[in-house]
């Protein structure tokens, strides 16, 4: 027998999964609304003409193909944190390395928070991205909940919300979406960050920001940032913050991002910078090279950075217009449900609230691929499947 005979399969992916289930279906009808990758009108990948100005250049240049430092490359990074907390950011407080996308960031923060926080508790809010339990948990971090969501109002839960971070022990870890919760596409306001940052400061509390949509939630890369920089300026609560530019730059195969904190003082920052390295160099050496490269270039060009924040902000308009269409489309099919949340949501998805069988009932007999938590990617609507898609949720959930 094989020395391997007694491994057992592993469990698929609960998005990726679908994902690949969606490939394999032969129905001509099929409409792929699971994974959150932008699609344009014509239901197609879109790589940004900014990103391929940028790479055209790159290679005019004959760029080379050099080991970067471990901590990544020190251009991008600064354009990272400019990008994050805003052109006027002190970035010798700032300990940034650059990191394999959002996944990638979240992961060294977490393994540098196992190593050195002694309150090892981390709190997530349900529901999350669902790979934020698994990260954490490899880290040696404990994994909680914290209430967000209200499933009978399709709303922010913030009273529950607070409760738990008054309840969670003084000094712990609390994990935040930094604008468009995935999968609820449900914010808090400016002033409920107020009382959220309020019952951190008050607890001790380490604010862990996930930044996966910085930009392609409004349209407004500024507005975006704005929760993370309003507790940041606070400057009585740890601030990390994990940054990914998969979904705004739509460089998602090329694990581009950063895991940022801010330091009291530049030597702080030097002492963090060193044990973040330690983090880095055992799991992958250094990052790769290409992904941040187009984004320094794109973000340090005069030219281009003002055509990439258009180019993002009409991937942001597109979804919201979907958004719209489909919330009215569901109307003019006969739907007489309440779908206000939908539209009060931002971001790639739409939490509808369908239940796990009504979700199941739109792949079987409609080939609609989609989480069986009722999240819809909007970047796979267009004018040719939304109709489709309407009526098929109007079926199941009539
Ligand atoms: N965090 C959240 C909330 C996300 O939605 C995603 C992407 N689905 C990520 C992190 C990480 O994505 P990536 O590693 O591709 O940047």
């Given at each position: 027998?094989?020395?391997?005979?007694?491994?057992?399969?592993?469990?698929?992916?609960?998005?990726?999964?679908?994902?690949?289930?969606?490939?394999?279906?032969?129905?001509?009808?099929?409409?792929?609304?699971?994974?959150?990758?932008?699609?344009?009108?014509?239901?197609?990948?879109?790589?940004?003409?900014?990103?391929?100005?940028?790479?055209?250049?790159?290679?005019?240049?004959?760029?080379?193909?050099?080991?970067?430092?471990?901590?990544?490359?020190?251009?991008?990074?600064?354009?990272?944190?400019?990008?994050?907390?805003?052109?006027?950011?002190?970035?010798?407080?700032?300990?940034?390395?650059?990191?394999?996308?959002?996944?990638?960031?979240?992961?060294?923060?977490?393994?540098?928070?196992?190593?050195?926080?002694?309150?090892?508790?981390?709190?997530?809010?349900?529901?999350?991205?669902?790979?934020?339990?698994?990260?954490?948990?490899?880290?040696?971090?404990?994994?909680?909940?914290?209430?967000?969501?209200?499933?009978?109002?399709?709303?922010?839960?913030?009273?529950?919300?607070?409760?738990?971070?008054?309840?969670?022990?003084?000094?712990?870890?609390?994990?935040?979406?930094?604008?468009?919760?995935?999968?609820?596409?449900?914010?808090?306001?400016?002033?409920?960050?107020?009382?959220?940052?309020?019952?951190?400061?008050?607890?001790?509390?380490?604010?862990?920001?996930?930044?996966?949509?910085?930009?392609?939630?409004?349209?407004?890369?500024?507005?975006?940032?704005?929760?993370?920089?309003?507790?940041?300026?606070?400057?009585?609560?740890?601030?990390?913050?994990?940054?990914?530019?998969?979904?705004?730059?739509?460089?998602?195969?090329?694990?581009?991002?950063?895991?940022?904190?801010?330091?009291?003082?530049?030597?702080?920052?030097?002492?963090?910078?060193?044990?973040?390295?330690?983090?880095?160099?055992?799991?992958?050496?250094?990052?790769?090279?290409?992904?941040?490269?187009?984004?320094?270039?794109?973000?340090?060009?005069?030219?281009?950075?003002?055509?990439?924040?258009?180019?993002?902000?009409?991937?942001?308009?597109?979804?919201?217009?979907?958004?719209?269409?489909?919330?009215?489309?569901?109307?003019?099919?006969?739907?007489?449900?309440?779908?206000?949340?939908?539209?009060?949501?931002?971001?790639?998805?739409?939490?509808?609230?369908?239940?796990?069988?009504?979700?199941?009932?739109l792949t079987k007999d409609y080939a609609i691929y989609l989480t069986r938590d009722g999240r819809i990617s909007i970047a796979g609507l267009n004018d040719s499947n939304i109709r489709y898609v309407a009526e098929a949720i109007h079926a199941v959930t009539d």
């Amino acid at each position: 027998a094989s020395v391997w005979s007694k491994v057992e399969t592993g469990p698929p992916d609960a998005i990726l999964g679908i994902a690949q289930a969606f490939r394999e279906c032969q129905d001509g009808r099929k409409v792929n609304v699971c994974v959150g990758a932008y699609r344009d009108t014509q239901g197609k990948p879109w790589v940004l003409p900014t990103v391929r100005a940028a790479e055209r250049k790159l290679l005019e240049n004959d760029d080379p193909k050099d080991y970067l430092p471990i901590e990544g490359d020190a251009g991008f990074i600064a354009e990272a944190v400019k990008f994050a907390y805003g052109q006027n950011v002190d970035l010798s407080t700032v300990a940034a390395v650059q990191t394999l996308s959002g996944t990638g960031a979240c992961r060294i923060g977490g393994e540098f928070l196992a190593q050195f926080r002694e309150n090892k508790n981390i709190y997530i809010p349900t529901p999350t991205w669902g790979n934020h339990w698994k990260i954490f948990k490899e880290c040696g971090l404990e994994t909680h909940p914290y209430r967000y969501y209200d499933r009978s109002t399709n709303r922010l839960d913030l009273n529950g919300f607070i409760e738990d971070l008054e309840a969670a022990p003084e000094g712990s870890i609390i994990l935040l979406h930094a604008c468009a919760h995935n999968p609820t596409g449900c914010d808090p306001t400016l002033d409920q960050w107020k009382r959220i940052a309020d019952a951190l400061e008050r607890k001790g509390h380490v604010a862990f920001f996930d930044s996966a949509y910085q930009g392609f939630a409004s349209g407004d890369a500024e507005r975006d940032a704005s929760a993370f920089r309003y507790i940041a300026d606070r400057k009585t609560i740890p601030v990390l913050l994990a940054q990914s530019f998969a979904k705004n730059f739509g460089l998602y195969g090329e694990r581009c991002g950063t895991l940022s904190m801010i330091c009291s003082d530049e030597e702080e920052r030097q002492r963090l910078l060193s044990q973040l390295r330690c983090v880095i160099r055992p799991m992958y050496s250094s990052p790769p090279r290409h992904g941040s490269s187009i984004v320094k270039t794109v973000l340090s060009d005069s030219q281009l950075a003002p055509q990439y924040y258009e180019e993002c902000a009409t991937m942001a308009n597109r979804i919201q217009a979907m958004r719209e269409l489909l919330v009215k489309t569901l109307a003019e099919v006969g739907s007489t449900h309440d779908w206000s949340h939908v539209s009060e949501q931002i971001g790639m998805f739409a939490f509808t609230g369908m239940s796990e069988e009504m979700c199941d009932q739109l792949t079987k007999d409609y080939a609609i691929y989609l989480t069986r938590d009722g999240r819809i990617s909007i970047a796979g609507l267009n004018d040719s499947n939304i109709r489709y898609v309407a009526e098929a949720i109007h079926a199941v959930t009539d």
